[in-house]
């Protein structure tokens, strides 16, 4: 047997293709943030200043800076910096690919200076991935770090005693919004703004964010899972949110690494009012640091626990979305989840003597023939019209828990019923007939919006759902296609 050693030195291509790593503009700008955060020097508040306009985009920071010989490693692919630095504290870079993935997502063309605290000198590097792959040797990851005497004022480090300033031209992208880089900023890094640590983004300073909470609670999570704790909180928003921003943000080191987790409570209009953060340092984040490794046997019990903690937020959550016309709906939900975490007692839930009718059904309303007149069902597809009343009706496809086949949302605040097809069940799993399984989701929903929402018995509520039923057969259209 005869063997041979190859050279297997990726070929300089990868610097330019590591940029292909998926980062949007403010992501991008986040990880090189958070090699600023890492770089704290002493016990010194970090205060980084970003600059962007549609040919430059630079980030300059009042950190430890770099030697000669750490900018260069700072360039070097999976790099473990801790052992060139000797600094092992825990740090948000974890595969030594942030700054150079962050770099080439933005653009072709990088300048980093840097000088560290008591040097009398400033180093600097300049890559030009044009020029880059020019190179006629394709294994050759040399760089150049030029050495210089710093001057004071003179420079993008201009008068700080130590830091490092990063410029990035050759954009591929000219048009950057601004405000989606300080929304961004200010939510991946807020427990670093709250510390006192500082961002400004073109002169602006960025604020932490923030949240709308009824009656400005947060409930506290403190758990402990096999040694390590979870700590953080929650609270219920005031507004019920379609766009998706609600859950649990989850930081690690504190970076935000997840936004609006819902792995810990069913992805629903009705738990839409749940929000919070916790921390999370002991469960390793994926290659972009754009979530979590939830293979791991830390993440899943991370899931059981959370998902435990947070059953009394989402009933609350649904019973706000109900009962629109009880002006006292928003504190039952609150003393609702006092109750069920043992933070009250039944005796405290008064109310002066306020009948519940988070139900949401408007006694105010006619027990009359005048009253089955306002609940004479029509509509079509997309409406569902009850007397004068028009309801937008759509449907949604969703990964349920529960066995159900379907369930439904409606949103008081916007007026729409949906139904939400469970993916999971048999029923859709078993079944060719999409179209079927959706019209009969949809007179579900029609059938319970009756009952709950409209206050109507079951006989006129069935008779709803069949005149409905029938209406949109009998018009469906050609094609419906899954959503």
Not at 60 to 84: F, K, P, S, Y
Not at 254 to 279: C, P, T
Not at 366 to 394: C, H, M, W, Y
Request: aromatic fraction near 8%; glycine fraction near 6%; charged fraction near 30%.
């Amino acid at each position: 047997m005869t063997s041979k050693k190859f050279d297997i030195t990726p070929d300089i291509r990868l610097l330019v293709d590591i940029g292909e790593a998926n980062y949007e503009v403010p992501q991008a700008i986040s990880e090189l943030i958070a090699n600023s955060m890492d770089a704290r020097y002493q016990d010194e508040k970090v205060e980084i200043q970003v600059y962007i306009d549609e040919n430059e985009i630079s980030i300059v920071d009042n950190g430890i800076g770099m030697t000669e010989n750490i900018l260069a490693e700072a360039l070097r692919l999976a790099a473990q910096m801790d052992t060139v630095t000797g600094n092992t504290k825990a740090r948000k870079g974890m595969y030594g690919l942030g700054l150079k993935a962050a770099c080439a997502s933005l653009g072709k063309h990088w300048n980093i200076v840097t000088r560290p605290e008591g040097d009398t000198n400033q180093y600097s590097v300049e890559i030009d991935l044009v020029d880059w792959l020019k190179k006629k040797d394709r294994k050759n990851w040399e760089v150049e770090v030029k050495s210089e005497k710093f001057k004071k004022g003179v420079g993008p480090i201009g008068d700080r005693s130590h830091g490092t300033a990063i410029t990035i031209t050759n954009l591929k992208e000219n048009f950057v919004m601004v405000t989606a880089v300080t929304e961004k900023l200010g939510m991946a890094y807020k427990p670093h703004l709250e510390f006192g640590d500082s961002i400004y983004v073109n002169s602006t300073l960025v604020t932490p964010k923030t949240y709308t909470l009824v009656e400005d609670r947060k409930y506290e999570i403190d758990l402990e899972i096999n040694g390590y704790k979870v700590t953080g909180w929650y609270g219920l928003d005031t507004k019920t949110h379609n766009s998706g921003d609600y859950g649990i943000n989850i930081y690690r080191e504190k970076q935000l690494v997840e936004a609006w987790n819902k792995d810990f409570l069913r992805a629903h209009l009705m738990s839409s009012r749940v929000v919070g953060e916790i921390d999370l340092p002991f469960v390793a984040a994926n290659f972009h640091k754009l979530g979590f490794n939830k293979t791991s046997e830390e993440w899943r019990l991370v899931k059981k626990y959370m998902t435990e903690a947070l059953k009394p937020a989402v009933k609350a959550s649904g019973r706000m979305a109900q009962g629109k016309k009880d002006n006292l709906r928003q504190a039952k939900a609150i003393r609702g989840l006092d109750l069920a975490l043992g933070l009250i007692s039944p005796e405290d839930q008064n109310f002066d003597g306020v009948a519940d009718t988070a139900a949401g059904v408007d006694d105010s309303r006619p027990s009359t023939p005048a009253r089955q007149t306002q609940n004479v069902v029509t509509g079509n597809f997309q409406t569902l019209k009850i007397g004068e009343d028009d309801i937008p009706i759509s449907y949604v496809f969703e990964k349920l828990e529960e066995s159900i086949p379907w369930d439904y949302i409606f949103d008081d605040d916007t007026g729409d019923l949906q139904a939400v097809i469970n993916t999971e069940s048999l029923i859709y799993t078993e079944t060719t007939d999409v179209e079927l399984i959706v019209v009969m989701a949809l007179a579900e929903a029609v059938m319970a919006y009756s009952i709950k929402h409209r206050g109507l018995e079951y006989t006129k509520a069935k008779e709803n759902r069949d005149n409905w039923m029938h209406l949109v057969i009998k018009s469906r259209p050609k094609s419906w296609v899954r959503k």
